[in-house]
Structure formats: C-alpha cells, structure tokens
Nanobody, 115 residues
Framework: QVQLVESGGGLVQAGGSLRLSCAAS????????MNWYRQAPGKQRELVAS????????NYADSVKGRFTISRDNAKNVVYLQMNSLKPDDTAVYYC????????WGQGTQVTVSS
C-alpha cells in the first residue's frame, strides 16, 4: 500500500528556512517522478516543485524559484524540500505526491511563516 509521510514543517519567521521530508513506501520510488504540492487556506492545491526519478531534472513554480530546492535520496525512499527566504505567502500545508500513484496523499505538514 502506498504511504507518504511528510514531516519538517513548523512556525518560522519571514526570511527563515525549513527542510521538509517525505518518506515514501508501497511503490517503486526510484522509478517515480516526485512532486511537492501546497495548499493554503481557501486556495486550491498547487504544484510547488518536481524532481525526476534519478534526480537529474527539477522544476519549480515561479513563486518559489531561487528559494526552494527539491532533492531526493533513492536509497532511503525520501524526497526533500529545502525552503529558504520564506515569505508569509508560503504559509500552507505541504504534501508530497508520486506521479506513479497520483491518487495517494499523505497527511501533509503545516508550514506557517510569520511576518
């Protein structure tokens, strides 16, 4: 069964940093493009960053380019999101997702950025 467990969120001041982790199981992680999404209150879930199965290609939403970095460790089945220079607009619940299992979501991890 597919499981995605996000962690690493918290409360941080604007300009601060957080590193999110997502531990995945139940599918062939090393063969899957992985995504980070976020959903702010009252807004639709949006794609924040993607990383190819081998980690050689990454893509970012314009709103986070230059501030966020997605990476992965295929030996550990973990995908990361390093978030720097955080802004209040980054406040949201962050989720990871596998392209191979698009209907499965974890519980998410709350990121709150205070001004």
């Amino acid at each position: 069964q597919v499981q995605l467990v996000e962690s690493g969120g918290g409360l941080v001041q604007a300009g601060g940093s957080l590193r999110l982790s997502c531990a995945a199981s139940g599918f062939t992680f090393s063969a899957s493009t992985m995504n980070w999404y976020r959903q702010a209150p009252g807004k639709q879930r949006e794609l924040v960053a993607s990383i190819s199965n081998a980690g050689s290609r990454t893509n970012y939403a314009d709103s986070v380019k230059g501030r966020f970095t997605i990476s992965r460790d295929n030996a550990k089945n973990v995908v990361y999101l390093q978030m720097n220079s955080l802004k209040p607009d980054d406040t949201a619940v962050y989720y990871c997702n596998s392209v191979r299992a698009p209907g499965f979501w974890g519980q998410g991890t709350q990121v709150t950025v205070s001004s």
